[in-house]
Protein backbone atom coordinates (compact mmCIF):
# COMPACT_ATOMS: atom_id res chain seq x y z
CA UNK A 1 0.00 0.00 0.00
CA UNK A 2 1.77 3.42 -0.99
CA UNK A 3 1.79 5.88 1.93
CA UNK A 4 1.36 9.78 1.57
CA UNK A 5 3.50 12.37 2.61
CA UNK A 6 1.85 15.41 4.16
CA UNK A 7 3.56 18.84 4.58
CA UNK A 8 1.95 21.47 6.57
CA UNK A 9 2.88 25.11 5.41
CA UNK A 10 0.99 28.17 7.78
CA UNK A 11 -1.04 29.82 5.09
CA UNK A 12 0.04 33.38 5.91
CA UNK A 13 3.86 32.92 5.83
CA UNK A 14 3.94 29.94 3.68
CA UNK A 15 7.02 28.31 6.59
CA UNK A 16 6.80 24.84 6.80
CA UNK A 17 5.08 23.81 10.18
CA UNK A 18 4.95 19.73 10.00
CA UNK A 19 5.99 16.85 7.87
CA UNK A 20 4.42 13.95 8.36
CA UNK A 21 5.78 10.70 6.62
CA UNK A 22 4.10 7.42 5.47
CA UNK A 23 0.89 8.51 6.34
CA UNK A 24 -2.31 5.98 5.54
CA UNK A 25 -4.23 6.64 2.56
CA UNK A 26 -7.41 6.53 4.65
CA UNK A 27 -6.49 9.00 7.08
CA UNK A 28 -9.07 11.73 8.14
CA UNK A 29 -8.10 15.07 8.25
CA UNK A 30 -9.21 15.32 12.06
CA UNK A 31 -6.23 11.99 12.40
CA UNK A 32 -4.16 14.79 10.03
CA UNK A 33 -4.35 17.17 12.83
CA UNK A 34 -3.83 14.75 15.96
CA UNK A 35 -0.82 13.86 14.46
CA UNK A 36 0.15 17.90 13.77
CA UNK A 37 -0.68 18.82 17.81
CA UNK A 38 2.29 15.95 18.28
CA UNK A 39 4.76 18.25 17.27
CA UNK A 40 2.83 21.65 18.02
CA UNK A 41 0.62 20.80 20.91
CA UNK A 42 -0.14 24.47 21.57
CA UNK A 43 -2.46 24.07 18.45
CA UNK A 44 -4.83 21.20 19.96
CA UNK A 45 -7.18 19.74 16.87
CA UNK A 46 -10.28 22.44 17.96
CA UNK A 47 -8.14 24.78 17.07
CA UNK A 48 -7.08 23.93 13.28
CA UNK A 49 -8.08 24.53 9.88
CA UNK A 50 -6.48 23.10 7.54
CA UNK A 51 -7.25 23.65 3.66
CA UNK A 52 -5.69 22.22 0.11
CA UNK A 53 -5.70 26.31 -0.46
CA UNK A 54 -4.41 29.34 1.70
CA UNK A 55 -7.58 31.32 1.13
CA UNK A 56 -9.73 28.50 0.41
CA UNK A 57 -12.37 26.41 2.44
CA UNK A 58 -11.14 24.40 5.89
CA UNK A 59 -11.54 20.80 5.18
CA UNK A 60 -13.96 18.58 7.12
CA UNK A 61 -12.86 16.54 9.96
CA UNK A 62 -14.00 13.27 8.42
CA UNK A 63 -12.40 14.14 4.75
CA UNK A 64 -10.52 11.22 3.92
CA UNK A 65 -6.74 12.11 2.77
CA UNK A 66 -6.50 9.57 -0.68
CA UNK A 67 -10.30 11.02 -1.78
CA UNK A 68 -8.82 14.99 -1.59
CA UNK A 69 -7.26 16.28 -5.16
CA UNK A 70 -3.88 16.00 -4.03
CA UNK A 71 -0.64 13.58 -5.26
CA UNK A 72 1.09 11.45 -2.78
CA UNK A 73 3.16 14.21 -1.88
CA UNK A 74 0.36 16.40 -0.06
CA UNK A 75 0.57 20.08 0.81
CA UNK A 76 -1.87 21.89 3.35
CA UNK A 77 -2.56 24.67 4.86
CA UNK A 78 -2.92 25.71 8.21
CA UNK A 79 -4.62 28.51 10.16
CA UNK A 80 -5.12 29.29 14.04
CA UNK A 81 -8.56 29.50 15.00
CA UNK A 82 -8.08 31.07 18.38
CA UNK A 83 -8.60 29.76 21.88
CA UNK A 84 -11.67 27.53 21.49
CA UNK A 85 -14.17 26.98 24.04
CA UNK A 86 -17.30 24.30 24.12
CA UNK A 87 -20.60 25.36 22.94
CA UNK A 88 -22.63 23.66 25.58
CA UNK A 89 -19.92 25.76 28.03
CA UNK A 90 -21.09 29.23 25.95
CA UNK A 91 -24.87 28.19 25.87
CA UNK A 92 -24.55 27.72 29.40
CA UNK A 93 -23.19 30.94 30.49
CA UNK A 94 -25.48 32.57 28.28
CA UNK A 95 -28.12 31.73 29.71
CA UNK A 96 -27.21 31.35 33.45
CA UNK A 97 -26.68 34.85 33.17
CA UNK A 98 -29.73 36.54 32.29
CA UNK A 99 -31.61 34.00 34.85
CA UNK A 100 -29.71 35.31 37.91
CA UNK A 101 -29.65 39.35 36.64
CA UNK A 102 -32.97 39.33 36.47
CA UNK A 103 -33.72 37.93 39.71
CA UNK A 104 -31.27 40.26 41.02
CA UNK A 105 -33.90 43.35 39.68
CA UNK A 106 -36.89 40.95 40.92
CA UNK A 107 -35.35 41.35 44.62
CA UNK A 108 -34.29 44.56 44.55
CA UNK A 109 -30.70 43.80 45.85
CA UNK A 110 -29.89 46.90 47.51
CA UNK A 111 -28.24 50.29 45.31
CA UNK A 112 -30.44 49.58 41.99
CA UNK A 113 -33.39 51.32 42.85
CA UNK A 114 -32.12 53.31 46.21
CA UNK A 115 -32.14 52.82 49.57
CA UNK A 116 -36.07 52.65 50.65
CA UNK A 117 -36.60 50.25 47.98
CA UNK A 118 -34.59 47.58 48.90
CA UNK A 119 -35.79 43.57 48.69
CA UNK A 120 -39.39 45.39 48.48
CA UNK A 121 -41.47 43.53 46.35
CA UNK A 122 -43.91 44.88 43.37
CA UNK A 123 -47.77 45.13 44.44
CA UNK A 124 -48.66 44.38 40.54
CA UNK A 125 -49.34 40.79 39.70
CA UNK A 126 -48.21 41.02 36.53
CA UNK A 127 -44.37 41.82 37.10
CA UNK A 128 -44.65 38.60 39.43
CA UNK A 129 -45.99 36.73 36.51
CA UNK A 130 -42.97 38.22 33.88
CA UNK A 131 -40.55 36.98 36.55
CA UNK A 132 -42.12 33.45 36.11
CA UNK A 133 -42.03 33.54 32.56
CA UNK A 134 -38.61 35.07 32.20
CA UNK A 135 -37.13 32.67 34.42
CA UNK A 136 -38.83 29.46 33.06
CA UNK A 137 -37.54 30.16 29.30
CA UNK A 138 -33.51 30.35 30.38
CA UNK A 139 -34.18 27.33 32.90
CA UNK A 140 -36.06 25.57 29.62
CA UNK A 141 -33.10 26.73 27.62
CA UNK A 142 -29.95 25.77 29.82
CA UNK A 143 -32.03 22.15 30.06
CA UNK A 144 -32.36 21.77 26.31
CA UNK A 145 -28.32 22.65 26.11
CA UNK A 146 -27.71 19.57 28.46
CA UNK A 147 -30.27 17.03 27.23
CA UNK A 148 -31.62 18.60 23.84
CA UNK A 149 -29.23 19.95 21.90
CA UNK A 150 -26.75 18.61 19.75
CA UNK A 151 -24.42 20.65 17.94
CA UNK A 152 -22.79 20.26 14.56
CA UNK A 153 -19.50 21.69 15.73
CA UNK A 154 -18.45 21.20 19.29
CA UNK A 155 -16.38 24.43 19.99
CA UNK A 156 -16.20 27.78 18.78
CA UNK A 157 -13.92 30.69 18.88
CA UNK A 158 -13.41 32.07 22.91
CA UNK A 159 -13.68 35.46 21.65
CA UNK A 160 -17.32 35.12 20.98
CA UNK A 161 -18.44 34.18 24.46
CA UNK A 162 -17.57 38.00 25.36
CA UNK A 163 -20.07 39.11 22.53
CA UNK A 164 -23.21 36.79 23.33
CA UNK A 165 -22.81 37.75 26.92
CA UNK A 166 -22.88 40.92 26.35
CA UNK A 167 -25.88 40.77 24.35
CA UNK A 168 -27.91 38.26 26.27
CA UNK A 169 -26.89 39.50 29.48
CA UNK A 170 -27.57 43.57 28.85
CA UNK A 171 -31.19 42.79 27.61
CA UNK A 172 -31.67 41.02 30.57
CA UNK A 173 -30.56 44.04 32.89
CA UNK A 174 -32.36 46.18 30.41
CA UNK A 175 -35.74 44.86 30.56
CA UNK A 176 -35.82 43.89 34.14
CA UNK A 177 -35.08 47.17 35.51
CA UNK A 178 -38.14 48.56 34.13
CA UNK A 179 -40.38 45.90 34.79
CA UNK A 180 -39.19 45.46 38.30
CA UNK A 181 -38.83 49.53 38.52
CA UNK A 182 -41.00 50.38 41.50
CA UNK A 183 -42.60 53.11 39.58
CA UNK A 184 -43.54 50.33 37.01
CA UNK A 185 -47.10 51.00 35.19
CA UNK A 186 -49.09 47.94 34.61
CA UNK A 187 -50.25 47.37 30.98
CA UNK A 188 -52.86 50.17 29.49
CA UNK A 189 -56.07 47.13 28.80
CA UNK A 190 -55.16 45.17 32.31
CA UNK A 191 -55.99 41.58 33.03
CA UNK A 192 -56.97 40.97 29.27
CA UNK A 193 -53.92 42.10 27.84
CA UNK A 194 -51.81 40.34 30.29
CA UNK A 195 -53.84 36.67 29.80
CA UNK A 196 -54.07 37.22 26.01
CA UNK A 197 -50.09 38.07 25.97
CA UNK A 198 -49.39 35.06 28.29
CA UNK A 199 -51.27 33.04 26.11
CA UNK A 200 -49.36 33.77 23.19
CA UNK A 201 -45.58 33.24 25.39
CA UNK A 202 -46.92 29.48 26.31
CA UNK A 203 -47.86 28.66 22.89
CA UNK A 204 -44.60 29.77 21.04
CA UNK A 205 -42.31 28.63 23.93
CA UNK A 206 -44.16 24.82 23.72
CA UNK A 207 -43.81 25.52 19.53
CA UNK A 208 -40.05 26.43 20.26
CA UNK A 209 -39.43 23.16 22.15
CA UNK A 210 -41.35 20.95 19.61
CA UNK A 211 -39.12 22.63 16.90
CA UNK A 212 -35.70 21.71 19.11
CA UNK A 213 -37.00 18.01 19.73
CA UNK A 214 -37.72 17.83 16.15
CA UNK A 215 -34.21 19.10 15.18
CA UNK A 216 -32.69 16.85 17.64
CA UNK A 217 -34.22 13.76 16.58
CA UNK A 218 -32.44 14.51 12.46
CA UNK A 219 -29.36 14.31 13.97
CA UNK A 220 -27.93 11.03 15.74
CA UNK A 221 -26.23 11.20 19.10
CA UNK A 222 -22.60 11.81 18.37
CA UNK A 223 -23.02 12.04 14.71
CA UNK A 224 -22.84 15.36 12.57
CA UNK A 225 -25.77 14.58 10.10
CA UNK A 226 -27.71 16.96 8.67
CA UNK A 227 -31.00 16.44 7.12
CA UNK A 228 -33.48 18.60 5.66
CA UNK A 229 -36.65 18.67 9.04
CA UNK A 230 -40.03 18.01 8.06
CA UNK A 231 -43.42 18.62 9.68
CA UNK A 232 -44.11 15.75 11.87
CA UNK A 233 -47.40 14.51 13.96
CA UNK A 234 -46.97 17.44 16.24
CA UNK A 235 -48.58 20.54 14.78
CA UNK A 236 -46.01 23.04 15.85
CA UNK A 237 -43.63 21.21 13.51
CA UNK A 238 -46.05 22.49 10.38
CA UNK A 239 -44.33 25.84 10.64
CA UNK A 240 -41.63 23.85 8.70
CA UNK A 241 -43.56 24.00 5.87
CA UNK A 242 -43.59 27.75 6.00
CA UNK A 243 -40.10 28.53 7.26
CA UNK A 244 -36.33 26.76 7.71
CA UNK A 245 -35.91 27.46 11.25
CA UNK A 246 -38.75 28.09 13.14
CA UNK A 247 -37.97 27.37 16.43
CA UNK A 248 -36.71 31.59 16.01
CA UNK A 249 -39.96 32.13 14.70
CA UNK A 250 -41.57 31.20 17.86
CA UNK A 251 -38.66 32.69 19.98
CA UNK A 252 -39.67 36.17 18.23
CA UNK A 253 -43.46 34.91 18.81
CA UNK A 254 -42.60 34.37 22.87
CA UNK A 255 -40.89 37.67 23.16
CA UNK A 256 -43.52 39.71 21.24
CA UNK A 257 -45.94 38.29 23.97
CA UNK A 258 -43.62 38.92 26.72
CA UNK A 259 -43.57 42.60 25.68
CA UNK A 260 -47.12 42.97 24.97
CA UNK A 261 -47.82 41.60 28.92
CA UNK A 262 -45.25 43.72 30.59
CA UNK A 263 -45.80 46.67 27.83
CA UNK A 264 -42.12 47.02 28.08
CA UNK A 265 -40.31 47.46 25.30
CA UNK A 266 -37.20 45.95 25.67
CA UNK A 267 -39.12 42.77 25.85
CA UNK A 268 -39.50 42.86 22.43
CA UNK A 269 -35.62 41.95 21.83
CA UNK A 270 -34.76 39.30 18.39
CA UNK A 271 -33.27 35.84 19.33
CA UNK A 272 -29.66 35.27 19.16
CA UNK A 273 -28.77 33.75 15.99
CA UNK A 274 -25.02 32.44 17.50
CA UNK A 275 -26.60 28.51 17.55
CA UNK A 276 -26.69 26.56 14.58
CA UNK A 277 -30.30 25.59 13.33
CA UNK A 278 -29.67 21.88 13.15
Given at each position: ???????????????????????????????????????????Y???????????????????????????T????????????????????????????????????????Y???????????????L?????S???????????????????????????????????????????????????????????????????????????????????????????????????????????????????????????????????????????????
Amino acid sequence: MKHYEVEILDAKTREKLCFLDKVEPQATIAEIKNLFTKSHPQWYPARQSLRLDPKGKSLKDEDVLQKLPVGTTATLYFRDLGAQISWVTVFLTEYAGPLFIYLLFYFRVPFIYGHRYDFTSSRHTVVHLACICHSFHYVKRLLETLFVHRFSHGTMPLRNIFKNCTYYWGFAAWMAYYINHPLYTPPTYGAQQVKLALAIFVICQLGNFSIHMALRDLRPAGSKTRKIPYPTKNPFTWLFLLVSCPNYTYEVGSWIGFAIMTQCLPGERLPSLSGPCL
